[in-house]
């Protein structure tokens, strides 16, 4: 029904949310599974590392792109209207609280259910003189011949800290053997070391006792300063800007320039200071005068300064029964036919991640690499792992002289250097191998084959919403395509043209391709249904992405929604749409659905009066994805297919009511729960049950 309002100024900075403070409540999401007691609990100490994790990231770029935009005096503002500076005020105090909450779940409520199930963190006040001794040797076996402790003084200026490592500030008294008086002095705890150390079980309470590296440390530190006296010793670390900047204009080989700038990323400005929550405020003050921070940027936390280490402890302690339990996604394609080109003829093919396995993605390129009647393999490659099989095939393609080119997307965040390594591997077997365009990251997921059959050249394509990567795909939802149809196939062939030619795009039949097409095609696709609901048609706009950012995106959506259009929005991430303002967005509802795996497709439905269009795409509606990226929005033609994807990414999701969060006019988001007359439902469960043939 279309609202019966007043016009209303679309463009009003109190319709949009922050996209920094909408990332925050995403991670406050994850951090409520870490909470959730329902869950199995060392899949609760996931969920907490991996918000410590995702909370690194946020401060190594969303944090240091503001800091940096200050420091420049390059003010940019959103839709929302918050300037830089109001919205690091807003970001410190939610992640401090966030923070705290971290080590509260952890401190109060996990360590002591682990503890129960026989899981031990031995403090080091709790040590009995057997495992002191014990530890003692290890310190001096283990750790002592890597630590070199940093005295300072004007000979000896404050290290260069590297980015998360982890440190120790030590408080002194005395004279050093040159009868300097020193009272101060940094140890940096090598990367190399483990950050959780398991103790023997003959002497341990329990097969799984671990002990902290910096307990180990702060016990037995003063072996690092003879006749020195340690009055304190605090742990530290720094989170840096991790942002990579190349000016592809100014450099010939984009390739050596990310190689020089690789190691700079470890030394970036830093934006942010965890220390000890016992350490004295003299040290803090000293750690914040020679890092040029404020007392905002200081986190004191209560245990390890890097909770993502507490990861190990899902490999170390070998206990299944406090995991999900395990799956077995639906077998290859192979099983059941075994030449892939053949049943890709026959009709496509929808594969959804990780239900149906990844394997059948592998098996595609292993075969297409071993065909002899395949003349060339094109594919873009984002994000596909340092150790990728999907490479080795491709490299033993080239060697068995198939034309093979790869567009390289050297410029992943925090993939760049696997990128390298797998370039330099590509090259050195003859495959053709091309970094993109300058300006624009290639985040499209593509695979073109091109097979000789009777005579004539016929091409197989695969597209995705993933990444070609098989260790992702296995934790990672996504949809993924085999095609063989005639008009997708040659829409493929003249985007790889593009990338690798450089020449322009036209007349594309069915693909819609970012910078160019898919931006104008999803706002006129939006505007249709507002056309159609004015019309009195049945009007329908669903949507699945990671992220919703775009403005003219949002404002349309509002637009659809003043017109009677229903919009439902699945946005794992990052929404900047207020969905239930009256008069303005009444029909839009948004929910995040978040569990066991990540959810990583981008689906968008469009009803249009019955002829309805669906896509899946590598694309989020962010300005980024719109207008700095290559990326590709696929359509499925086949009804069944249509009707598939329409049941697994959308009906099931709105049904959901145990791991769905619902967003509010004001921001906030609400946990779905079961009403006392309804059904548990979960949407990942039913996919496992539907999809998974030996869910255990």
Known sequence: MQEDNPPFDLANPQYYINRELSLLAFNCRV????????????????????????????????????????????????????????????????????????????????????????????????????????????????????????????AHPFPNVINKSLNFIVSLNGTDAFGREIDTAIVQAPRTLPRIIRLPTAMAPSENSFVFLSSILHAFIDRLFPEMMVLGCYQFRLTRNSNMYVDEEEIDDLLQAMQGGLPQRNHGAVVRLEVSDHCPQDNIDYLLEQFQLSAADVY???????????????????????RFPPFRPAPSLVEHHPDLFARIRQGDVLLHHPYQSFQSVVDFIAQAAKDPEVLAIKMTLYRTGKQSILVEHLARAARAGKEVTVVMELRARFDEEANIGLTSQLQHAGAHVVYGVVGYKTHAKLCLVVRREAGRLHRYAHLGTGNYHAGTARLYTDFGLFTANAAITEDLHKIFHMLTGLGRIHDLKHLLASPFTLHTAV??????????????????????????????????????????????????GICCLRPGIPGVSTNIHMRSVM???????????????GDEELYCSSADWMPRNFFRRVEVAFPILDKKLRQRIMHEAFELYLQDNTQAWELQADGAYIRREPAPDEVASTAQQQLLQLLSPSHL
Not at 541 to 552: C, D, F, G, T, V
Not at 595 to 609: A, T
Request: proline share 4%; hydrophobic share 45%.
């Open 595 to 609: 569990g066991r795996f990540l959810e990583h497709p981008r689906v968008f439905h469009f009803l249009n009066d």
């Open 523 to 572: 706002i006129a696709k939006i505007q249709r249904e507002i056309e159609h609901a004015r019309e009195g048609k049945a009007a329908l706009i669903q949507a699945r992405m990671n992220s919703l950012i775009e403005p003219q995106v949002i404002e349309a959506l509002y637009q659809a929604s003043q017109a009677g259009v229903q919009v439902n929005l699945i946005v794992r």
């Open 31 to 154: 951090l409520e599974l870490a909470q959730d007691a329902s869950l199995s609990l060392l899949e609760r100490l996931k969920f907490l590392c991996i918000s410590s994790s995702n909370l690194d990231e946020f401060f190594e770029v969303r944090v240091a792109s503001l800091k940096q935009q200050l420091s420049l005096e390059l003010t940019s503002i959103g839709a929302d209207a918050l300037s830089p500076t109001a919205a690091l005020q807003r970001i410190h105090e939610v992640t401090h609280d966030l923070v705290d909450r971290q080590y509260k779940l952890l401190n109060e409520t996990l360590i002591p259910a682990l503890k129960q199930e026989r899981i031990h963190f031995v403090r080091r006040t709790h040590w009995d003189a057997t495992q002191r001794a014990w530890l003692s040797d290890y310190f001096d076996r283990e750790l002592m011949p890597l630590l070199s402790p940093l005295g300072l003084d004007p």
């Open 300 to 322: 004191n936390v209560n245990g390890p300064v890097n909770l993502n280490r507490l990861m190990a402890i899902c490999d170390l302690a070998d206990r299944p029964d406090l």
